[in-house]
């Protein structure tokens, strides 16, 4: 019924259970993060770029061999 370990099962038993949580919330968070697409930054700001092309060939400040062009360019094809 009483067990003199000391203080280091305790704080074995602490560690493991705070390593648990931090894995399991790493965990959550990484899965998330994957499903809401943000796991590739890269193709992000490519899609970004077309974005701000498209607006300024609306608003008039380039024409359409330009807009084409820098398309092509940023597509890739």
Known sequence: MYWTGGWGPWLVMSLVMLAFWATLIWAVVYLLRGWSGRRN????GEHRALDVLEERFARGEIDEAEFRDRRHTLLGR
């Open 41 to 44: 930054p890269g193709h992000r």
